[in-house]
């Protein structure tokens, strides 16, 4: 049981260059996120999906685009990369039941943009 | 939007002292959950608390969730130098989105 696969781990951009970063879990976990991480800012919430083809913006979408084809896939697309954007990713899943809903995080993707 | 906040930002304590981080949000929660991220690491979850003023423990580390269901605490009792990481919390309020707080970075001096 691998849990959450995050691809690449470390990668470095170009201003203005494009990129995916794969996500995909194997515990059929409905609800699916990525998130990034600066210092001092704690996690912000980039975008999430409750489900295949549902997909939804959190507090920091600007920059980014998701999709969700399958429950176990949900890459992360920057578009046209920016210094700002120069972060630690995470990508998290968790069921939405009753009881226990934690999210379980990927290892993390660090983002250079040059 | 929902805001959690979490204090302190840092905290240095002598290996053996007790530790205490602070999560306070801005709308009443259904449940609270905490984190704990090594240096290098990923989050990884804690403990889950969801009714009114309960109170749960991990061997030295005691979580409670306040009566109002809008405040969190995590101590960990005589520090060792494995507690070493960031602590989040964060608070979920109805819908499938967790809001984190922005950490608490704890140091033990050996």
């Known amino acids: 049981n691998a849990g959450v696969t995050q691809t690449p781990k470390f990668q470095v951009l170009k201003t203005g260059q494009s990129m995916t970063l794969q996500c995909a879990q194997d515990?059929?976990?409905?609800?699916m996120s990525w998130y990034r991480q600066d210092p001092g800012m704690g996690l912000r919430l980039i975008h999430y999906s409750v489900g295949a083809g549902i997909t939804d913006q959190g507090e920091v979408p600007n920059g980014y685009n998701v999709s969700r084809s399958t429950t176990e896939d949900f890459p992360l697309r920057l578009l046209s990369a920016a210094p700002s954007q120069t972060s630690v990713y995470f990508c998290?899943?968790?069921?939405?039941?009753?009881?226990?809903?934690?999210?379980?995080f990927g290892q993390g993707t660090r983002l250079t943009v040059v | 939007g929902q805001q959690v906040m979490q204090i302190p930002q840092y905290q240095h304590v002598q290996e053996g002292e007790d530790f205490t981080t602070y999560c306070n949000s801005s709308t009443t929660l259904s449940n609270i959950q905490w984190y704990k991220q090594r240096p290098g690491g990923h989050p990884v979850f804690l403990i889950q608390?969801?009714?009114?003023?309960e109170v749960k423990k991990q061997k030295r580390l005691t979580f409670q969730f306040g009566e109002a269901k809008k405040n969190s605490s995590l101590h960990i009792t005589a520090t060792q130098t494995t507690d070493v990481g960031t602590y989040f919390c964060?608070?979920?309020?109805?819908?499938?989105?967790?809001?984190f707080g922005k950490g608490t970075k704890l140091s033990v001096i050996p």
């Open positions: 608390l969801v009714k009114s003023g």
């Open positions: 515990m059929n976990h409905e609800y």
């Open positions: 998290a899943s968790s069921r939405y039941l009753q009881g226990t809903t934690e999210a379980f």
């Open positions: 964060a608070g979920r309020a109805g819908s499938y989105q967790l809001t």
